[in-house]
């Protein structure tokens, strides 16, 4: 079994089962204790993470519908092969989406909310500046993640949820398109008083820039 021990029982605390099965698996796919190529087999996974075979059996299916594993009907179950193809998509996805997102979250969020955000603006220019592409990465995903919240358009944060690991596994290896550290991060404080200023148009146009889609 080439996922041998990779999997600890789970102890949910009050989550939704299938939810937190869901969760361990994708994060054991992005990060290698389950390979391109392993073999899932509900029972087995079933009894590492101390559960049913159900909320596995569910898990398997949201993460087959988002690209993480491929199945073959009577067959076998298996984590996918990364499509390296589809690196691009992803980023032009991700970037106009998330434009469309920072106009709903500014026009808005609260108060609060916004200086969640501008923390996570702060993190990105030191990261920047430190020419440290992989917290760049890091801070980005946080970074999105909370104007998604801060949208508070429910719809838009299912889909997102429902494609977090896909476009993470996509996204793998990003580097930034404006090279040059002290432009890079010049975009971001620019970025940020767009953000302190709520001025979503401004903040969408920087983004896609600074991403090579102005």
Request: hydrophobic residues 45%; negative net charge.
């Amino acid at each position: 079994m080439i996922y041998d021990a990779v999997l600890a029982p789970l102890d949910p605390r009050g989550a939704v089962l299938g939810d937190e099965v869901y969760a361990v698996l994708g994060e054991a796919i992005l990060d290698g204790r389950l390979p391109a190529g392993a073999r899932l087999r509900d029972v087995e996974l079933a009894e590492m993470l101390g559960v049913s075979r159900t909320p596995v059996r569910e898990a398997l299916q949201r993460l087959a519908r988002s690209g993480l594993v491929e199945v073959s009907a009577n067959r076998w179950t298996r984590v996918s092969t990364p499509d390296e193809s589809v690196f691009a998509e992803t980023h032009e996805f991700v970037i106009h989406l998330m434009g469309n997102a920072m106009r709903m979250a500014l026009a808005r969020c609260s108060d609060q909310r916004l200086r969640e955000l501008l923390a996570f603006t702060d993190e990105l220019i030191e990261a920047s500046t430190a020419d440290d592409h992989a917290r760049i990465m890091r801070v980005s995903v946080g970074f999105f993640m909370a104007v998604t919240d801060a949208t508070d358009n429910r719809v838009l944060q299912t889909v997102l949820k429902e494609a977090e690991f896909a476009l993470r596994r996509n996204m793998h290896g990003w580097r930034p398109h404006v090279r040059d550290p002290g432009e890079r991060t010049d975009m971001y404080r620019v970025f940020r008083h767009a953000v302190a200023a709520r001025d979503g148009d401004r903040a969408e146009r920087i983004l896609r820039l600074q991403h090579g889609y102005g």
